[in-house]
């Protein structure tokens, strides 16, 4: 309605302009002079207003066709990274061979995703430096060259990519474990330490799993007394922590309390060498008060019989295994300790050879052994010798 309004408005003043020609305008300007009827320049106005008026069309048809071929362009890579999803979950090689050859025709030449696609389908060094050097996807290429380095089992690649990466954000969690990891590997006891602190801090480990790994590393770092009051269930920080001490009675308390939270052969042998220039009746008597908080159970009449049989006490020492056999199942120590006391206190050796032959039979005893892998070593450490796990050397 508006348009038709202006159409006829505009031909009645040119209506009127034509009867009532008397006007001229005259127009000047870079050093030219022109003089026209009033008509003639409102005519002109007024198909330069139409011409534009006309031009609007055009554009907004060339705005609709882009819009379209924009939305089919997203269609398409939607599609495309869909199908690049669906390849990771099949783990499929013709798929991923066909999606690379097909990225250049979704993808223009620089843009980022094309590099990540590539990234996820064929893994390069190459592409992952150059994911580094866009700034939002920096960790994402740091995090490729350090798989990669981890893969080929290159230490300097790995420790100038998890670096980077930490410099750029702290806060990551596989940036801090991997570093903490490499100081493991490297013996850096210090350095793990100041990782395991930020690992911590960041809550990417619990209280429990901290505590154990900072008793760990304070070990290494020949501090067995602060090892053992964060782990006192640790045999060997028990047995390190009581070497230190000055005076028996120190040393002799700190196995006791090892004992009563983790009943080894270790820590009665540390408690044991303590008395061993006592006569027999005090080395009796020690390890009974070692024993005392639980005195039947398997541990303790395993040890007090080792004792009585160590010093020769051949009566007590067989009532010792007779009441630890009439409650538990024979073990290798004990079948042992009797063959020794049938041959020695008795000599009957032919019931001496019955008891060695037991042993085959018999259950090991306890000892260092690795949760990951479940193969026994000799010792405490913080790697496992045999699947080389961190932190899963228990006593048990």
Not at 174 to 197: D, F, I, P, T
Request: proline share 2%; hydrophobic share 45%; aromatic share 10%.
């Amino acid at each position: 309605m508006l348009k038709l309004i202006v159409f006829l408005l505009s031909l009645f003043v040119i209506g009127f302009l034509i009867v009532h020609d008397n006007w001229m305008i005259t127009v000047s300007g870079f050093g030219y002079e022109a003089t026209v009827s009033t008509v003639f320049f409102v005519c002109l106005i007024l198909l330069v207003f139409y011409l534009l008026h006309l031009m609007k069309k055009p554009l907004v048809w060339l705005g609709i066709m882009q819009q379209k071929m924009s939305t089919a362009r997203y269609i398409k890579r939607e599609n495309y990274l869909i199908n690049v999803l669906s390849y990771v979950l099949n783990n499929d090689e013709n798929e991923a061979r066909f999606l690379l050859k097909h990225k250049k025709s979704v993808f223009e030449k620089k843009d980022v995703k094309s590099w990540i696609v590539e990234a996820v389908l064929a893994p390069d060094k190459e592409v992952f430096e150059a994911l580094t050097k866009q700034e939002e996807f920096r960790l994402s290429g740091w995090r490729g060259l350090y798989l990669i380095a981890l893969k080929k089992g290159d230490e300097k690649a790995q420790e100038k990519a998890l670096t980077a990466a930490f410099e750029n954000d702290n806060t990551v969690k596989w940036v801090v474990e991997g570093l903490y990891r490499l100081s493991l590997q490297k013996n850096e006891w210090e350095n793990a330490l100041n990782y395991l602190e930020q690992l911590k801090k960041n809550e990417f480990v619990n209280k429990e799993t901290y505590i154990t790994r900072k008793a760990d590393l304070l070990m290494k770092q020949n501090q067995p007394m602060e090892a053992f009051r964060l782990n006192p269930n640790n045999v060997t920080f028990a047995v390190q922590a009581a070497a230190m001490q000055k005076t028996t009675q120190k040393a002799a308390d700190i196995l006791i309390k090892a004992w009563q939270l983790t009943p080894a052969k270790e820590i009665y042998e540390a408690y044991m060498a303590l008395y061993k220039n006592e006569p027999a009746a005090k080395q009796v008597k020690a390890v009974k008060k070692l024993t005392s908080d639980n005195p039947t159970s398997r541990q303790a009449l395993s040890v007090l019989a080792d004792t009585t049989v160590r010093l020769e006490l051949w009566r007590d020492a067989k009532e010792t295994i007779q009441v630890y056999l009439a409650t538990y199942p024979l073990t290798k120590t004990i079948a042992c300790l009797m063959a020794k006391v049938i041959r020695e206190g008795w000599h009957h050796e032919e019931e001496a050879r019955e008891w060695e032959s037991k042993m085959a039979e018999a259950e090991d005893t306890a000892g260092w052994l690795c949760a990951d892998c479940q193969q026994r070593t000799s010792e405490w450490n913080i790697v496992c010798p045999h699947c080389n796990s961190y932190h899963h050397i228990i006593y048990g």
